[in-house]
């Protein structure tokens, strides 16, 4: 049996271990190995993987798989948590929102599961919504809420006094 080391992103430790250790297991017995992680203490990058050398050299290249799937999963979590915020009048959020919500979920599902947040009831600023998501869905939503809102300004309102007999 030999050992092989392996430079893993120590922030990538808990994923290739998993849930009680249950990934790590999986690998090891796919690939007949021994793979040591170093302790959270250690903070290392250094992985060693044991075993015969043939099987050491597939499980090596079965974490390198792994870690450019961990590492897209990344970036993609990076894409999506772009935000921006939307300044609107307040007196235009009912309308926003819709009855029960059909008119934000609607917004939410067109343009791709971005996450529209209103202010709080109790906010200082009321006028401001956020949108989190891919940059483009969130400014395809933000140019969406702006349309809502030029449609309803545009919108002439007349106020009638009715005399209450």
Known sequence: ???KEMEIPFEFHRNIIGKGGQDVRKLMDKYDVNI????????????????????????IIGLGERIKELEADKADRELRSFSLDVTVD?????????RSGAVIKKLRTDHQDVNIQMPNRDAEDQSTITITGYE?????????ILKIVSDLEAMTTIDVEIDAR
Request: aromatic share 4%.
């Open 1 to 3: 049996p030999i050992s």
């Open 36 to 59: 040591f992680i170093p302790p959270l203490a250690q903070a290392s990058n250094t992985v060693k993987v044991s075993g015969m050398e043939s099987k050491v050299d597939d499980a």
């Open 90 to 98: 307040p007196k235009y959020h009912p309308k926003i929102i819709g």
């Open 136 to 144: 483009a869905s969130a400014n395809s939503a933000k140019d969406a």
